[in-house]
C-alpha cells in the first residue's frame, strides 16, 4: 500500500515556519509536528467506522495499541490514527510514528496521555510507497514504562 503525508522537505518547511520540532527515533518527547495537528477523528465525515490495520500488539498490563484506517465524505481521502486499549491508566500514552523513508527513521506525533483521550490525531494518506505509519504506546509498571509499536503500514 502506498501512502504519504508530506515530503521530508514540506515537513522541515512547516516546523521550521511554525517553529514546531520533530521527534525522532531516539527522542521521545517533543512538540507535536504540524503533520499530526489536524484532528479530523472526531470530525462526523466518516464514511466507515476505522478498521484495524495493525495490531493489536500487546504492551502490558492488559492494554494493547492498534493502527486504525478509515476513509472521510469531506475529501475521500484515508485517514490512519493509533488508538491504545485496555485497563484504563491516567499514565498511559500513546502516539503515532510517521516515516517517509518505509521506516529508517520518522517522526512523532504524540505521545498524548490516556488521561487526555486514548486516539491520535488522524493523518491523511496519499501515494508513495516509501512512508509508512505504525502506532506506539506505553504504560507505566512499577517505577519503569514499557512501550510497544505494531509493525508498519
Not at 78 to 98: K, L, N, P, Q
Not at 121 to 129: F, I, K, L, Y
Request: hydrophobic fraction near 40%; include cysteine; charge should be positive.
Amino acid at each position: 500500500m502506498k501512502k504519504i503525508i508530506f515530503a521530508g522537505a514540506a515537513v522541515a518547511l512547516a516546523c521550521a515556519l511554525t517553529g514546531v520540532t520533530t521527534a525522532s527515533a531516539s527522542a521521545q518527547t517533543a512538540s507535536v509536528p504540524e503533520f499530526c495537528r489536524a484532528d479530523v477523528y472526531h470530525s462526523s465525515g466518516f464514511i466507515l467506522p476505522g478498521h484495524v490495520v495493525r495490531g493489536p500488539t500487546a504492551i502490558a498490563a492488559g492494554r494493547t495499541v492498534s493502527l486504525y484506517r478509515a476513509q472521510t465524505t469531506v475529501n475521500g481521502g484515508w485517514y490512519d490514527w493509533a488508538e491504545i486499549h485496555g485497563t484504563s491508566a491516567g499514565s498511559d500514552r500513546v502516539w503515532m510514528d510517521v516515516s517517509s523513508d518505509g521506516g529508517a527513521h520518522w517522526d512523532q506525533c504524540g505521545p498524548f496521555s490516556r488521561s487526555g483521550r486514548y486516539y491520535t490525531p488522524a493523518t491523511r494518506e496519499n501515494s508513495s510507497a516509501s512512508v509508512r505509519f505504525r502506532a506506539c504506546g506505553d504504560v507505566l509498571v512499577g517505577a519503569s514504562r514499557v512501550h510497544a509499536c505494531t509493525s508498519w503500514f
